[in-house]
């Protein structure tokens, strides 16, 4: 568990908040649909505040305008990985923004055990820091 | 307003046409110099300025905007035989319109167009040195202010602007869909290094994404800086592993001279920072200079405008903030303070909309009761993250995200390092505070006028959120602004 006020991982837009319902989730989409943008659905088991690339469940939908479609590709994720961290995320394809308009986490491990700070005594009294995943040290697939 | 105004034009003749005249020995009006053309039309490639101006009693204000263009560009007092060497038609800056400001006897607003070739490319210094010099402090006018600027595209394209921008910098953080969360150290001065960096270590493990250094922190004999640099990135690296979020502080790398800033920049980013902090006061070469540093080493820029109200805030003298916001986005900072309208400093809400305008938008169109004067067409230069910064607290949540929508820093200071259970829970609040409004604005609701009860609601199951409302339920600073628009009431936020 960690010790931070939440107890869990805090990245992404709602992790301060309850985890939100599929009827939640589903306003959360419709906004994004609102404005235009393409939602996508990744997922990993390696959540490191800059493992940026997760793993990508199929495509984003870029043709889709119906939240439901969203949410049922939702369900499919969570069932093939019921122990990841899942996240949604929306692109805006808009020029001079063309980047990620929302993410929030949708899916997450029952237990979080976070991670470490490696300290490396470098010269004078410099360090050199490294965020270390305590579950990461097992193989994929493995480690929540 | 497209119309050129003749209205206080009639009376002396233009001697351009006739050279002779034009350069014989003596002293001509400026109108008489070529520096008052009501029919010449602005070009593509012309920087703009709109010009307040207050005449002396008895100076035709016409003959006052002639004189504000001259001594902006090529003239001196009296006329000089040597123009004739030059293409000086070229040279000399056009006032081309004069306008009553609405509703204020005795002030004016005066059109000046500035050929391209006057600037150098690539740099403030030389623009500003042009714009706002010698004329300034014009024996004939009794106040002068430069309200707004329209720079032509094709200058726009030799800045490189902001070092990172907002998009990017969302993209390396990590952090999509709503504002950042900071807190300024305080207080802020006499902290230990030790003791400060408990500060930011508890602010950012409840839940900020930055901390800041204060504007007046560089060096001082209680707090070396290498010592502050070492204890906060043990704080920020620390926070960053026990919540799994990128964090940040903004590290003031302000020092006496280009030698130390530069000093204090490389070792923040030896130590792995990934933002620092400069202030307003050092200048704008010593910006642009560490703009270049900055690209090259992968660092967020931090803009404090320390010092910007001595000239920005009186209507009648000095530099809008809009037209500041604009030089800084073309020489290149990430974020910049630009007020909160409902803090503790001065800003009137639709004028500090428009400074957020300026550093976000890719075409920021004419927009009279937020002050800007000007299409401004950006030419894909980045964007600036805007910060307000400045007494404002968890429950006045609804109304910063309602006047400044997602790309903005909201910094609570006091409101996260007052809060009566601690820093920890301070933090809390405002990241509560946040995540309940997005979320509700995303599903619909009217957050302007339901935010209230949403944060009452949400401070059920929060007791630091409980703990904030109540603290501070009662403070408010509304009190009148004195830089507003000249077209629109000023909306309350009370």
Not at chain 1, 23 to 45: C, F, H, M, N, P
Not at chain 2, 235 to 258: D, R
Not at chain 2, 398 to 403: C, F, K, V
Request: net charge negative; with cysteine.
């Amino acid at each position: 568990m960690m010790t931070n006020p939440t107890g869990k991982i805090t990245q992404g837009q709602f992790s301060f908040l309850p985890e939100l319902t599929d009827a939640e989730i589903r306003l959360q989409v419709d906004y994004g649909l609102g404005k235009g943008y393409a939602w996508s659905i990744e997922y990993t088991d390696d959540p490191h505040p800059r493992n940026t690339y997760w793993e990508m469940f199929g495509m984003p939908m870029f043709d889709l305008q119906d939240a439901a479609g969203v949410l049922m590709e939702l369900a499919s994720c969570r069932k093939t990985f019921p122990h990841h961290y899942i996240r949604l995320m929306a692109f805006d394809s808009t020029r001079g923004v063309e980047s990620i308009a929302m993410s929030f986490i949708v899916n997450r491990p029952e237990n979080e055990p976070g991670f470490g700070l490696l300290r490396q005594e470098v010269r004078g009294r410099s360090m050199h820091y490294s965020v270390h995943g305590y579950a990461s040290d097992q193989p994929e697939g493995n480690r929540y | 307003m497209n119309q050129p105004d003749k209205a206080f034009s009639t009376e002396v003749t233009d001697l351009t046409a006739d050279a002779r005249k034009r350069y014989t020995a003596g002293v001509l009006k400026y109108r008489q110099m070529g520096y008052w053309q009501p029919d010449y039309q602005p070009v593509e490639t012309d920087t703009i300025c709109l010009f307040r101006i207050t005449p002396q009693e008895g100076v035709d204000p016409v003959e006052a905007a002639a004189a504000v263009a001259g001594e902006s560009s090529t003239a001196t007092w009296t006329v000089v035989w040597t123009d004739r060497l030059t293409a000086c038609d070229s040279y000399r800056a056009k006032a081309y319109r004069v306008k009553e400001v609405p509703g204020t006897p005795g002030q004016y607003f005066a059109w000046v167009a500035y050929d391209i070739i006057l600037f150098e490319e690539g740099s403030i210094a030389n623009i500003t040195a042009s714009l706002i010099g010698n004329v300034f402090g014009f024996k004939p006018l009794k106040a002068i202010r430069l309200e707004d600027i329209r720079v032509p595209v094709a200058l726009v394209k030799t800045f490189k602007g902001p070092p990172t921008g907002l998009v990017v910098e969302r993209e390396r953080l990590d952090k999509f869909g709503r504002p950042l969360l900071g807190a300024t150290t305080k207080p802020k001065l006499g902290l230990s290094a030790r003791n400060y960096g408990r500060v930011i270590y508890e602010g950012l493990k409840g839940g900020l994404d930055f901390m800041k250094d204060d504007e007046n922190i560089n060096s001082q004999p209680f707090m070396h800086w290498r010592d502050r640099f070492l204890y906060v990135m043990d704080a920020v690296n620390k926070a960053s592993a026990v919540t799994g979020e990128v964090k940040g502080s903004f590290l003031n790398v302000t020092g006496a001279t280009m030698e130390d800033i530069y000093e204090r920049a490389e070792f923040a980013q030896e130590l792995g920072s990934v933002v620092i902090m400069l202030d307003l006061v050092i200048g704008w070469p010593a910006i642009q200079s560490m703009a270049n540093w900055a690209r090259k080493h992968d660092m967020i820029v931090h803009m404090h405008r320390a010092g910007h109200s001595t000239y920005t805030r009186q209507k009648n003298h000095g530099v809008s903030f809009r037209v500041i916001a604009k030089w800084l986005r073309l020489a290149g900072v990430d974020h910049l303070h630009t007020g909160t309208a409902v803090g503790k400093l001065e800003g009137d809400p639709m004028t500090v909309q428009g400074y957020y305008n300026v550093c976000r938008d890719s075409y920021t169109q004419q927009d009279l009761p937020r002050g800007l004067f000007f299409d401004q067409d950006w030419a894909d230069l980045k964007k600036v993250m805007p910060v307000a910064s400045g007494g404002i607290h968890a429950g006045q949540m609804h109304q910063l995200i309602d006047l400044f929508g997602d790309d903005v820093i909201l910094q609570f200071g006091g409101g996260t390092i007052g809060h009566p259970a601690g820093i920890q829970a301070g933090a809390v609040a405002n990241r509560v505070a946040l995540e309940t409004i997005i979320k509700a604005r995303n599903e619909g609701c009217d957050i302007k006028n339901e935010g209230p009860e949403i944060l009452q609601k949400a401070a059920q199951s929060c007791t630091p959120l409980k703990q904030a409302l109540e603290t501070w339920k009662d403070v408010t600073f509304n009190y009148a602004s004195t830089d507003t628009s000249d077209f629109a009431t000023t909306p309350s936020v009370a």
